[in-house]
């Protein structure tokens, strides 16, 4: 812990800045972040004028690379972290009470006496707080209380997984107040996903969490589930002249679970047609072989997501392989390949349930008609509204950026950079 007045102070007179570069990569960004820093410890003061000593916490967002919709079948995907995140200044309480305010929302209070899930706290912020919590408990972890304050400028709802973040945020937070930080960011991960699975009630898979408790470009092959491979892909995109740009196309989440539910549901379904649980456990051959019969007991759209899982795991392979040898140009046509088996077989990019509402299909045509070959695009996250990703030349970004801002908004287009932190202790 240390004094609240001195670490303002030490931020004030730039003291940190090359802490504050070390995690966000980009020193355009040291100003804003370093402001925002300080401003967080002025609202906790507000909120606990009481407490004196303090220790701060961060969890970046992140961009999912390659394999959509593969995770919750057991399946490999790439995924980066990226310099956005929601940030903690935290103090130890010595009440088992875990006192939390996320930026202008009401002040949150969890019992780390009573863990148990309740049913009328399900899509809550409050259950994703109780759910990490417990799982922290379950997996024979300490738990206790504290207060704090969280600001995040991770954009909610545009596939950048601010959810994700805030459970790796609370699960960090708990390792290194009461576990000396060391649960590791894999076990902090799957404590998030418990939570957002079980106490929230999203039947998410892993990879979001993953991405952001791990940090940096990572490759994860799930498997094995409870214990996955995990290794970080060396990328230079600088090198390359390629930036990451999300498109913010202003669509909402709102009434998509059964969407997002569905995708999984009905993959399961064609596994579990030929005997097994998740498709990773049946042989792209034997899915091939008996496509007459899965057409017959599935579905049309079950089918072709069940190629598109086969398809985006050999993707992946390709990915890390281009990202391994610096083979850019085979790498962007990855993610193209993966974009065009989204929109076509996996079938993400809109909600049938609202035809009229095509944001993100909007914004892949114009992207596609303004980048040319200077980029490549596709949909991003979960899909069904939200974001796109575009890998975009440098040369070709402020073009991009300032056409599609005038669809979608100022400031609609974010373009970022790989960060090689995950789930951390700022200080």
Request: hydrophobic share 40%; glycine share 8%; aromatic share 8%.
């Amino acid at each position: 812990m240390q004094n609240i007045m001195s670490v303002r102070e030490s931020l004030e007179q730039g003291s940190l800045d090359q802490r504050i570069k070390e995690i966000y990569v980009d020193e355009q960004r040291v100003p804003y972040n370093r402001e925002r820093y300080i401003r967080a410890i002025d609202r906790f003061t507000e909120l606990f004028p009481s407490e004196k000593e303090i220790e701060i916490y961060s969890a970046p967002g992140r961009s999912e690379v390659c394999g959509n919709h593969t995770d919750h079948q057991n399946g490999m995907v790439l995924a980066t972290s990226i310099n956005l995140d929601a940030i903690a200044i935290v103090a130890k309480a010595e009440e088992p009470v875990i006192r939390l305010v996320s930026g202008d929302f009401p002040m949150e209070e969890v019992d780390v006496a009573d863990l148990s899930m309740k049913e009328e706290e399900q899509s809550t912020t409050t259950a994703l707080i109780r759910g990490v919590a417990a799982g922290m408990k379950e997996r024979g972890h300490k738990v206790g209380g504290f207060t704090a304050y969280i600001t995040s400028d991770v954009l909610m709802g545009a596939g950048m997984s601010s959810s994700a973040a805030f459970e790796s945020l609370i699960g960090t937070i708990l390792s290194g107040l009461y576990n000396d930080m060391k649960v590791s960011s894999i076990e902090i991960a799957q404590i998030g996903q418990y939570a957002e699975n079980i106490y929230f009630g999203k039947p998410c898979g892993l990879m979001d969490q993953m991405a952001c408790s791990v940090g940096g470009m990572i490759f994860i092959d799930f498997k094995e589930k409870e214990h996955p491979e995990v290794r970080q892909v060396h990328t230079d995109f600088e090198k390359a002249g390629l930036s990451l740009c999300i498109v913010d196309t202003k669509g909402s989440h709102a009434d998509l679970t059964p969407d997002y539910a569905a995708v999984p549901a009905e993959m399961n379904q064609v596994a579990q047609a030929l005997g097994r649980e998740h498709l990773r456990e049946v042989p792209r051959e034997t899915f091939f072989k008996e496509l007459p019969k899965l057409w017959k007991e599935t579905s049309g759209r079950a089918v072709l997501r069940a190629i598109h899982f086969y398809e985006e795991e050999e993707r992946v392979l390709r990915g890390v392989k281009s990202l391994e040898e610096s083979d850019y140009p085979g790498f962007l046509s990855v993610i193209k390949a993966s974009g065009d088996s989204s929109a076509k077989y996996l079938q993400n990019i809109y909600s049938p349930k609202d035809v009229d509402s095509q944001n993100v299909t909007v914004a892949l045509a114009v992207s596609e008609s303004i980048l040319g070959e200077n980029g490549v695009c596709r949909v991003h996250g979960g899909g069904f509204a939200g974001t796109i990703q575009a890998f975009v030349k440098n040369e070709a970004v402020a073009a991009y950026k300032e056409q599609i801002e005038a669809i979608y908004g100022d400031d609609s287009c974010h373009v970022l950079k790989v960060r090689l932190q995950g789930g951390i202790r700022v200080l």
